[in-house]
């Protein structure tokens, strides 16, 4: 049965389609991943389907009374309140049932026989209700979720207001994976995960009973959760009802189909126009010709089929520095309170590093602290001399009502207009894409300016905090390909496994 139904979807933004005439359907129990390049048009279409969004064109019809479950990393919550107090909003109704209970039981002894036959019986059914539900179990159900996300159960009694930006989005998540909705929304869930906890996501959604469809660009997660991928292709919906393998192989012979099918229709254009020209003029030939005119122009014409290009990062490099580029002496990282153990380490010369750890650990901290940013609470650290550092920063601090065109005349002040938008253009932001506000570009879009800014700059040590949040399988490669080619130090913080092992770096893990 068709838990969701997408009919001739169209729908443009800041000047832009993203979606023309898409269909596509969900089923019940459909476990569905959504896939595209950067700016394809993943979140919009989820903001569609949420109703977040109104379609310019078309229809978004669900089933009666499904409830939908949606992924709002950004969701605007009441600071003041407690994590245990916003988490247990979920079952608010069944804690009232039990209030119900309790009171009719307690008002018993105060009843005439009919009426408290009707009160008992009242209870006892909301009780088996309670039964049903599960309600005994909510605690367990908690536990489960918290841990499951990297948190300890105290942080039920810590407002959410003090709560750092990735720990409230796992907040956010868990309310989300407790309300057991009919379908869940997630876009990027696994954005603020490190590795041990995307392995738990992933074993709960295998085995969620319902449906979901999931966001993301971390390709290793996609294969172990899909049963069907939707993707988004030349601005529609295809539905393929297989894992994520089936998806990889079928693309390509559809590829390989939709190319052979527009190659065959355009020679057989060519020929009819060719005998057009030829028979238009001559008196004997004309109404066949124009025979000919008609029917050509009732063909629906075939769009040229358009693979993603490969794309081709590059970090420009400065010059050589000695041996030992940054020395690590019993430092301790954090704010008011040392978050690890003093650590001591040095990276020499061409390393390629790695640090890996558990969420709030103090990945970024420790790299903002060596940076200078955020002081040590004691112990030291020393660059050598020759160390030129260029740094991508996790948090995006542009001013995203200009265009990226605009940041990039401002940042590259020595460049000219075709220059910036061939520089853009090989980091996949075409010119449309470079004309509009930072505000409208996608998250991927938007690592990819801020990584072309960085090819600008030369360097011996490059320090990427968590680059390949939301970029592309493509972009991704890119990335890596530029990490290794680098001949000098290379610093990435990355919770991404396939990523970092793909690198082959050295691993300094980070333990609380």
Same mark, same amino acid.
């Given at each position: 049965?068709?838990?969701?139904?997408?009919?001739?979807?169209?729908?443009?933004?800041?000047?832009?389609?993203?979606?023309?005439d898409?269909?596509?359907r969900?089923?019940l129990?459909?476990?569905?991943v959504?896939?595209g390049p950067?700016?394809a048009?993943?979140?919009?279409l989820?903001?569609l389907?949420n109703?977040?969004?109104?379609?310019d064109?078309?229809?978004?019809?669900?089933?009666?009374?499904?409830?939908?479950g949606?992924l709002?990393?950004?969701a605007?919550?009441d600071?003041n $309140?407690? %994590?245990?107090?916003?988490l =247990? +909003?979920?079952? &608010?109704?069944? *804690?009232?049932k039990? !209030?119900?209970?309790?009171?009719?039981?307690?008002?018993?002894?105060?009843?005439e026989?009919?009426q408290?036959?009707?009160?008992?019986?009242?209870a006892?059914?909301i009780?088996d209700?309670?039964?049903?539900?599960?309600f005994?179990?909510?605690?367990?159900k908690?536990?489960?979720?918290?841990?499951?996300?990297g948190?300890e159960?105290?942080i039920l009694?810590s407002?959410?207001?003090?709560?750092?930006?990735?720990?409230?989005?796992k907040?956010i998540?868990?309310k989300?994976?407790?309300?057991?909705?009919?379908?869940?929304?997630?876009?990027?869930?696994?954005?603020?995960l490190?590795?041990?906890h995307i392995?738990?996501?992933?074993?709960?959604?295998?085995?969620?009973?319902?449906?979901f469809?999931?966001?993301?660009?971390?390709?290793?997660?996609?294969?172990?959760?899909?049963?069907t991928? $939707?993707? %988004?292709e030349n601005?529609g =919906? +295809?539905?393929? &009802?297989?894992? *994520?393998e089936?998806? !990889?192989?079928?693309?390509?012979?559809r590829?390989?189909?939709?190319?052979?099918?527009?190659?065959?229709?355009?020679k057989?254009?060519?020929?009819?126009?060719?005998?057009?020209?030829?028979?238009?003029?001559?008196?004997s030939?004309?109404?066949?010709?124009?025979?000919v005119?008609?029917?050509?122009?009732k063909?629906?014409?075939?769009?040229k089929?358009?693979?993603?290009k490969?794309?081709?990062f590059?970090?420009?490099?400065?010059?050589?520095?000695?041996r030992?580029?940054?020395?690590?002496s019993?430092?301790?990282?954090?704010?008011?309170k040392a978050?690890?153990?003093?650590?001591?380490?040095?990276?020499?010369?061409?390393?390629?590093?790695?640090?890996?750890?558990?969420?709030?650990?103090?990945k970024?901290?420790?790299?903002?602290?060596?940076?200078?940013?955020?002081k040590?609470?004691s112990?030291?650290?020393?660059?050598?001399?020759?160390?030129?550092?260029?740094?991508?920063?996790?948090?995006?601090?542009?001013?995203?009502?200009?265009?990226?065109?605009?940041?990039?005349?401002?940042v590259?002040?020595?460049?000219?207009h075709?220059?910036v938008?061939?520089l853009?253009?090989?980091?996949?932001?075409?010119?449309?894409m470079?004309?509009?506000?930072l505000?409208s570009?996608?998250?991927?879009?938007?690592?990819?300016?801020?990584?072309?800014l960085?090819s600008?700059?030369?360097?011996n040590v490059?320090?990427?905090?968590?680059p390949t949040?939301h970029?592309?399988?493509?972009?991704?490669d890119?990335?890596?390909k530029?990490i290794?080619?680098?001949?000098?130090v290379?610093?990435?913080?990355?919770?991404?496994?396939a990523?970092?092992?793909e690198?082959?770096?050295?691993?300094?893990?980070?333990?609380?």
């Amino acid at each position: 049965m068709s838990l969701l139904e997408v009919s001739n979807l169209s729908f443009r933004y800041d000047n832009n389609d993203l979606l023309i005439d898409a269909n596509v359907r969900l089923f019940l129990g459909d476990h569905a991943v959504l896939v595209g390049p950067n700016g394809a048009g993943k979140t919009t279409l989820m903001n569609l389907l949420n109703k977040n969004l109104s379609p310019d064109k078309g229809s978004i019809t669900w089933l009666p009374n499904i409830k939908v479950g949606y992924l709002d990393q950004y969701a605007k919550i009441d600071k003041n $309140i407690t %994590v245990g107090d916003y988490l =247990l +909003t979920v079952f &608010k109704p069944l *804690f009232d049932k039990e !209030l119900e209970m309790e009171t009719l039981y307690q008002s018993v002894g105060t009843l005439e026989d009919i009426q408290m036959e009707r009160a008992l019986n009242n209870a006892a059914a909301i009780g088996d209700m309670l039964i049903e539900k599960d309600f005994y179990a909510i605690k367990s159900k908690l536990g489960n979720i918290i841990h499951g996300l990297g948190l300890e159960m105290s942080i039920l009694d810590s407002p959410i207001k003090q709560l750092s930006g990735g720990m409230r989005a796992k907040i956010i998540l868990g309310k989300l994976l407790l309300d057991e909705s009919d379908i869940l929304l997630l876009d990027e869930p696994t954005n603020f995960l490190d590795i041990k906890h995307i392995d738990w996501l992933t074993k709960f959604l295998q085995n969620y009973p319902k449906a979901f469809l999931v966001v993301s660009h971390d390709e290793a997660f996609l294969r172990d959760i899909a049963d069907t991928v $939707i993707a %988004v292709e030349n601005k529609g =919906l +295809t539905r393929y &009802k297989g894992n *994520f393998e089936y998806y !990889l192989s079928e693309r390509e012979i559809r590829f390989q189909m939709s190319e052979k099918a527009f190659v065959a229709q355009q020679k057989f254009i060519q020929k009819q126009e060719t005998f057009i020209a030829k028979n238009i003029v001559r008196a004997s030939t004309t109404k066949q010709a124009q025979s000919v005119r008609t029917k050509l122009e009732k063909i629906e014409k075939l769009g040229k089929p358009v693979k993603q290009k490969e794309l081709k990062f590059h970090f420009p490099f400065a010059k050589d520095t000695g041996r030992d580029v940054l020395t690590i002496s019993d430092l301790e990282i954090g704010y008011t309170k040392a978050l690890l153990k003093p650590i001591d380490y040095i990276i020499r010369k061409n390393e390629k590093v790695i640090i890996t750890g558990k969420n709030g650990v103090g990945k970024s901290t420790l790299v903002k602290t060596v940076l200078g940013l955020i002081k040590p609470i004691s112990g030291s650290f020393k660059w050598i001399d020759t160390a030129n550092i260029s740094y991508f920063e996790q948090e995006f601090t542009f001013n995203q009502e200009r265009t990226a065109s605009e940041l990039c005349f401002e940042v590259l002040q020595d460049m000219d207009h075709k220059k910036v938008y061939s520089l853009l253009a090989r980091f996949g932001i075409s010119r449309e894409m470079a004309d509009r506000k930072l505000s409208s570009l996608s998250g991927g879009q938007k690592t990819k300016v801020r990584l072309a800014l960085m090819s600008q700059r030369k360097s011996n040590v490059i320090i990427l905090d968590e680059p390949t949040n939301h970029l592309d399988q493509i972009a991704k490669d890119a990335l890596r390909k530029a990490i290794m080619e680098f001949p000098g130090v290379a610093i990435i913080v990355s919770h991404d496994k396939a990523f970092h092992d793909e690198l082959g770096a050295l691993e300094l893990e980070l333990k609380g």
